[in-house]
């Protein structure tokens, strides 16, 4: 069921506890069409479109970590869901990461899929990606945004999943410009990427934490995944080998398999 506010375009599949889906970076809550199908016998699935993606593309900003939160708290409250797992991918980690600063008691549990609590390289932290990388994307974003968009799609995955995706309706998901966002909505919120270090908060994390990561991850390297297993307090690493940036759809059996588990471990 596809419902759609003056806040959040979201749809509702399936019966069982509730388990909300947020896409990453210039993307759309459609990418996660093989996750809600494998898992519909046994969760409820949100499925979100962020403001400026997707079908909420007309949405104004801001375009920020915050206002993303703050969206994904009213929608909880809104449909009244309790004890629920939130699953970010990449950027939607971040988010997820954000929420759980502002709103800590929103989420049960959380899955972080080709996630990162830093995006850009700093001087004591070398698993992202390096700044002057980022700000190029940033520059072409404001002057030529389908070359922006371009780049960013040549880094989702390995050559092997590239030969094997390339003129599937699952590369068209992720690529086709009828599904990108604005680009103020792609440039705030990758500005936001650049600046945001959720590291600090990791240790604080509390809840049940799965952690789902391909080993040749290029933008979310697989060096912030590790991280994150060694800082958030009992959490679960599964690390997809010669796997990038969208296991959910070229590892979609093994991601499925490891968040049916999880979700069979939780009170």
Request: glycine share 8%.
């Amino acid at each position: 069921m596809a419902i759609y506010d003056n806040q959040l375009h979201y749809t509702v599949t399936g019966t069982g506890r509730p388990l909300l889906l947020i896409h990453g970076w210039a993307m759309h809550r459609g990418v996660w069409c093989h996750v809600v199908r494998e898992l519909a016998d046994c969760c409820t699935t949100i499925t979100v479109d962020l403001r400026g993606h997707g079908t909420a593309r007309t949405l104004p900003g801001p375009y920020d970590f915050q206002t993303y939160a703050d969206d994904i708290t009213a929608l909880c409250r809104q449909l009244r869901l309790g004890n629920v797992t939130a699953l970010g991918w990449s950027m939607g980690g971040s988010v997820l990461l954000q929420l759980m600063q502002s709103s800590p008691g929103v989420i049960s549990a959380l899955v972080f899929i080709s996630s990162t609590p830093c995006f850009v390289k700093r001087k004591d932290f070398h698993a992202g990606l390096p700044r002057a990388v980022v700000e190029r994307l940033r520059r072409r974003i404001a002057c030529a945004y389908p070359g922006a968009l371009g780049m960013f799609h040549e880094l989702l995955l390995t050559e092997k999943e590239y030969a094997c995706m390339a003129t599937t309706p699952d590369y068209e998901l992720l690529v086709h410009p009828r599904f990108a966002p604005t680009a103020a909505a792609a440039g705030a919120s990758l500005s936001c990427l650049a600046d945001a270090d959720f590291r600090p908060l990791l240790e604080r994390i509390n809840i049940p934490t799965l952690l789902i990561h391909g080993s040749n991850d290029r933008l979310c390297l697989p060096e912030a995944a590790a991280l994150m297993h060694r800082c958030i307090p009992d959490a679960r690493l599964v690390l997809l080998p010669d796997t990038g940036h969208v296991p959910f759809i070229t590892r979609c059996a093994d991601v499925v398999a490891a968040i049916r588990n999880f979700l069979g471990c939780l009170p």
